[in-house]
């Protein structure tokens, strides 16, 4: 079975930094670019940040949102996505969920984690 | 500029069936999308990829009361039968090489 959990949220001040985790299981990890989507309170999906596999450089794209605040990375030995949140602001509030796609042949999340809620707040 | 539009809100009555609409800008008019069902309190859940000639591949368990297909630009999902289980917030998601994007979701009311 496919499995993506996501971990490391929590409640953090604003200009302040987090990191966020993402295991996969139940499938060969190293093949899909992984995503991260977010949706704020009572607000639509939003997606973040991927990164492709190492078969594309391990590259990464971001939001313009997110751009140079936040940095996306894996390590396909430990099948783990991280992203890593930096200069947090109170507009980053929102679950966090974690999405893979096969990057080669198309671009559709076909499996979702749970999210991980972080809450941006002095 | 790649966008997903979608109409915030639809509602049909249990048992009928009824139509999304995911309309992709003119230039983009043959990008394939995906369809996701959010539950309330709930994570996404991945439905189906629709391709711009209608074929579609559904997820694992989707149920067979859910299609796509396609017209131009646009990109449908059709729930047949009804049930008060469909009640959800559907999203379109599509992608380029470089970006992945969403439509502001429609809110499906069972009536």
């Known amino acids: 079975e496919v499995q993506l959990v996501e971990s490391g949220g929590g409640l953090v001040q604003p200009g302040r930094s987090l990191r966020l985790s993402c295991i996969g299981s139940g499938f060969t990890f190293s093949n899909y670019a992984i995503n991260w989507v977010r949706q704020a309170p009572g607000k639509g999906l939003e997606w973040v940040a991927f990164v492709r596999s190492n078969s594309y450089g391990a590259t990464t794209e971001y939001a313009a949102s997110v751009i140079g605040r936040f940095i996306i990375s894996r390590d396909d030995s430990k099948t783990i996505a991280y992203l890593q949140m930096n200069s947090l602001k109170t507009e980053d509030t929102a679950v966090y969920y974690c999405?893979?796609?096969?990057?080669?042949?198309?671009?559709?999340?076909?499996?979702w984690g749970r999210g991980t809620l972080v809450a941006v707040s002095s | 500029q790649l966008v997903l539009t979608q109409s915030p809100s639809a509602s049909a009555s249990l048992g009928a069936s009824v139509k999304l609409t995911c309309s992709l800008t003119s230039t983009y008019s043959k990008y394939a999308i995906a369809w996701h069902q959010q539950k309330p309190q709930k994570g996404p859940r991945y439905l189906m990829k629709?391709?711009?000639?209608?074929?579609?591949a559904k997820g694992d368990g989707v149920s067979d009361r859910f299609s796509g297909s396609s017209s131009g630009a646009e990109r449908y999902l059709i729930i047949s039968s009804l049930q008060s289980g469909d009640e959800a917030d559907y999203y379109c998601q599509t992608w380029g090489t470089d970006i992945r994007v969403f439509g502001g979701g429609t809110k499906l009311t069972v009536l």
């Open positions: 999405t893979r796609d096969p990057y080669d042949s198309s671009g559709a999340f076909d499996s």
């Open positions: 629709i391709d711009s000639d209608g074929s579609h």
